[in-house]
């Protein structure tokens, strides 16, 4: 087997990794080509975007047709936002873990018209904030990977290249490539923290590693 192949092999055995998601290498390794990606979660937008608009009588986020695009990208089973099965009737599903979670957003009761909606994780045990919104979250997801990447590693770099294709043109408005490293800082919560992060022990640690799959 090639070091590459060896590589990528040994990431689809590892825990779950860099807030809720398969393994950025690993969605590399599972996905046929970035375009289709796209395609297939294009596919599945309108009805996410109608069901904030309509059922969750609230403005859907600007960007949320790009962060469904990133979730596919790497990894995750694009769901149907009335899946909720027995979830809070605030949730709105956006994509399954490999793990069984769900990438979510929270919709707040009498929220008044523009009110950002977080987006968070359902677990066996409870709700995680990942992010204070949809742009946040692309945004780290974006520097994680850029992080990753700059190490060298030609499978990172395929998978920021897959993750800035599914993003398409909402990226360089969320997050400039190559900024990381410009920025000159080795530790990536320092970073996120000079960007306006806010970062809890959960969305730092527990989302790297969760427990089980929801019941």
């Known amino acids: 087997m090639r070091p590459a192949a060896a590589a990528a092999a040994s990431v689809l055995q590892a825990p779950r990794r860099a807030l809720g998601g398969m393994s950025f290498v690993a969605a590399r390794c599972a996905s046929s080509s970035s375009s289709s990606v796209a395609a297939a979660a294009a596919a599945t937008s309108y009805d996410h975007v109608s069901f904030v608009k309509e059922i969750a009588v609230t403005d859907p986020p600007e960007h949320l047709n790009s962060l469904l695009n ?5 990894g995750e089973k694009i769901v149907s936002p ?11 599903p956006l994509s399954e873990s490999p793990q069984g979670n769900l990438t ?16 968070v994780e359902v677990r066996n045990h409870g709700l995680w904030l990942l992010a204070k919104n949809v742009n946040q979250y692309i945004h780290r997801i974006l520097v994680e990977a850029d992080s990753r990447a700059k ?9 920021r290249e897959d993750l800035w294709s599914a993003v ?5 408005n969320i997050y400039k490539r190559g900024d990381l490293k410009e920025s000159q800082m ?17 969305s730092r640690k527990e989302s790297i590693t969760p427990p089980g799959k929801r019941r």
């Open 82 to 92: 009335g899946a909720k099965r027995g979830l809070i009737p605030l949730v709105v």
């Open 186 to 202: 080795a530790d990536l919560d320092v970073y996120l923290l000079k960007k306006g992060w806010t970062l809890s022990r959960h």
């Open 104 to 119: 979510s957003l929270l919709r707040w009761p009498t929220a008044p018209s523009g009110m950002e909606m977080p987006v």
């Open 70 to 74: 990133v979730l596919h990208a790497r």
């Open 168 to 172: 398409g043109e909402a990226g360089p």
């Open 151 to 159: 190490s060298g590693d030609d499978l990172w770099s395929a998978v």
